[in-house]
């Protein structure tokens, strides 16, 4: 595992404030989510700093999002393995209980419990946004067959092999109670598995089978226009639910289940938890789950969604606008999630639901913005912001995810969120308009709103022109006036222009940090423009006092591998500068030994005095960078030996450095040595050898001039 992924959570870690201000932490499908006893230890700006992380949000009270991205599970991992959480368990002298009491006597007046409800809710379903989102694209697919009239979805007589296919996503949403029960139970801190048997219990034959019971009574229920049906147990009437799908009766449940199971904890000696803690529970909780606790929660659904509908069917303008409007200020404090569960309860009540369709005008306005970004980025040639744009507009308009885009770029440029609100407010008003008299876009699943999932919304012309709408309207406010204030815009002009004269020149600067010889308008530049991560490390410095011939046109120049180690192409290498070969062309070397050795020969132009980079230049008028390590620039030559110094000639295979990489190792740094033919430009080609594995003097690279 790349060193990196280590030295990013030790940062972490540091930025919000150590170890011991961290009461939970858990993760979600791009975010970090940290409850900590005080907000005021953490240092925003030098969390957003560290290369890993795309944002740091404060998300009220005391909880902080650190958003990580696709890796965020790799980084949790090794934040939890990191020596410091291991010993903050095993030293502190207090409990959880007495951590999380003494936090929330300091936060007076900023209402705790409405914060600790909605992370509630948001772990009772975040572990499970995977599957949600497997399952809402077989959805997808099922609804493209069906528009093009391959099969009929909804026929009660399909054959076989799509009831099959109904299988493959009816499974998510049918034992949703249960998944959501079990998250809910961890996040409450007790044994997960208790309150998800207690769900179960509502699925088994034996009790949905009481509807086949001759003693059963039914009545039709002229409000719900359902049939009720009802059964004595014990002389007590028990209300016959259909719980599949339903996300309420769970989260009630679970803070139920919850107070039962550390009750008995407390009064049951510990060495018999295990045996009476969850049978008392179960015994306790079903009969109380199935006599009210679902009744009552099936009726709280349907009465929540009944007064939605109401909305929806009598102030259709008000409702098409405020969903799309509400949701760009929910999403970033994970305060949707009351909303998706409405969705969930709309669909097993009424059969479909109607704000999935106006929520899709927020998602492609955020989605047009970001568009808006990559278009400007690409006409710019900004690098780093057109590799984060592209990725988040990517994962936006095929997984319908906006966390990409929401902290990778618009929270961080003050001028975007008031653009995308106007894509909001466009798509919200061309739903109104385009449904006047109807009941909305409507959808009989439960998806994520992305280009894959237009067929599973009713009617799809209709939602497909709003989604439309809102995505240019948004795209083209941020294309023609810009997401960057006026000196953000000089700062990016700076830093292009400093390169384009370097490359000009055939050459590129490494290090500027420790070079000291770039303007302090490229510098700042670089700075704005790494805050997805770029590294330090820009480019290699020709010495322009050495002059050479312009050598004859298809000369070719063999560079040579600097080390015996694994070879890996430049696009794999940890860090976006490099990846995207903006130092130019070449390959990794994934060193065996501690010897690094000069790969072609010629002068050395630059030398850092921290050892850990060297650039060369050869008769032919080569210029070649080699870069011991990522990032490597932070150890200030600790564990670099340099065998030469700028001016010297070297020949190939000629010891440039000697370097302790079990030091560079355990300073959390990655050790690939970056080969790269700085001047790429001005050459005719750049080709890498292809080898998997190389030892030191084989040749890796071939340029032809």
């Known amino acids: 595992m790349s060193t990196d992924v280590r030295s990013a959570a030790e940062a972490i870690l540091d930025g919000i404030g150590g170890a011991e201000n961290i009461t939970s932490l858990t993760h979600c499908a791009t975010r970090l989510r940290f409850e900590l006893a005080d907000t005021s230890k953490v240092d925003k700006e030098a969390l957003e700093s560290i290369p890993k992380v795309m944002g740091a949000v404060p998300q009220g009270g005391r909880n902080y999002q650190v958003v990580i991205g696709g890796d965020v599970a790799t980084v949790y991992d090794h934040i939890k393995a990191l020596p410091q959480m291991k010993n903050r368990s095993q030293s502190s002298g207090q409990s959880n209980d007495d951590v999380k009491a003494a936090a929330r006597a300091k936060s007076k007046g900023k209402l705790p419990w409405m914060d600790a409800f909605f992370e509630y809710l948001s772990d009772s379903f975040r572990p499970i946004l995977g599957v949600l989102l497997g399952a809402s694209l077989v959805i997808a697919f099922a609804a493209v067959l069906d528009a093009i009239g391959v099969v009929d979805f909804r026929a009660e007589d399909k054959p076989a092999s799509w009831i099959f296919v109904d299988a493959m996503w009816r499974s998510v949403f049918f034992f949703l ?44 229920n002229e409000t719900l226009k359902a049939e009720q049906c009802s059964i004595d147990i014990f002389g007590l009437p028990l209300q016959l639910q259909d719980y599949g799908g339903n996300v309420f009766v769970p989260l009630i449940m679970a803070a139920v289940a919850a107070l039962f199971y550390k009750g008995f904890q407390k009064i049951i000696p510990s060495a018999v938890h295990m045996v009476f803690v969850p049978f008392l529970t179960l015994l306790f909780v079903i009969p109380l789950t199935a006599f009210i606790i679902g009744p009552f929660g099936v009726w709280a659904g349907n009465g929540i969604g009944a007064g939605l509908s109401w909305m929806n069917d009598n102030a259709p303008f008000v409702f098409a606008l405020a969903i799309p409007m509400l949701y760009p200020f929910l999403v970033p404090l994970g305060l949707h999630w009351p909303l998706n569960a409405l969705m969930l309860v709309n669909i097993q009540t009424l059969g479909y639901d109607f704000i999935q369709g106006p929520m899709g005008a927020w998602n492609f306005a955020c989605f047009g913005a970001t568009a808006g970004v990559l278009a400007l980025s690409i006409r710019d040639r900004d690098t780093v912001m057109r590799q984060t744009s592209a990725s988040a507009l990517l994962a936006g308009l095929l997984g319908g995810i906006s966390e990409p885009s929401l902290y990778g770029i618009h929270l961080r440029y003050k001028r975007i969120y008031p653009r995308m609100l106007v894509g909001c407010f466009a798509g919200g008003l061309t739903v109104a308009l385009l449904t006047l008299g109807t009941n909305g876009i409507t959808t009989n699943a439960f998806v994520f709103t992305s280009v894959l999932t237009i067929p599973v919304f009713t009617p799809m012309a209709k939602y497909a022109i709003s989604i439309a709408v809102a995505f240019i309207v948004a795209f083209l406010l941020i294309f023609f006036t810009d997401y960057r204030t006026p000196e953000e815009r000089a700062e990016a002009k700076a830093a292009r222009e400093a390169t384009e004269r370097g490359e000009a020149n055939g050459t590129v600067n490494t290090d500027d940090a420790v070079l000291g010889d770039v303007s302090p308008a490229a510098t700042t530049a670089a700075a704005s423009a790494g805050a997805t991560g770029a590294t330090t490390a820009t480019a290699t410095k020709a010495d322009t006092s050495a002059k050479t011939a312009e050598p004859a046109a298809g000369t070719t120049t063999d560079i040579a591998s600097p080390a015996a180690g694994e070879v890996v192409p430049m696009a794999e290498i940890d860090d976006p500068v490099f990846s995207a070969g903006t130092l130019g062309d070449g390959v990794g070397i994934l060193p065996e030994n501690n010897d690094v050795y000069s790969p072609v020969s010629g002068t050395v132009v630059s030398a850092m005095k921290s050892g850990h980079a060297y650039g060369i230049k050869t008769e032919d008028g080569v210029e070649v960078l080699v870069h011991i390590g990522v990032n490597t620039v932070k150890m200030k030559g600790e564990g670099f030996t340099p065998a030469v110094k700028k001016g010297d000639t070297v020949k190939k295979g000629e010891l440039l450095a000697t370097v302790d990489f079990d030091k560079v190792r355990a300073a959390g740094y990655d050790t690939t040595i970056v080969l790269a033919v700085t001047n790429t430009k001005a050459l005719a080609t750049v080709t890498p050898a292809g080898l998997k594995h190389a030892t030191a003097g084989d040749t890796v690279i071939t340029t032809t001039r």
């Open 177 to 220: 109670p249960v998944m959501v029960a079990y998250n809910a139970g961890k996040k409450l801190r007790i044994d997960p598995w208790v309150p998800a048997a207690v769900m179960l219990a509502m699925f088994t034959p034996e009790f949905t089978g009481l509807k086949d019971n001759p003693a059963v009574q039914c009545l039709t």
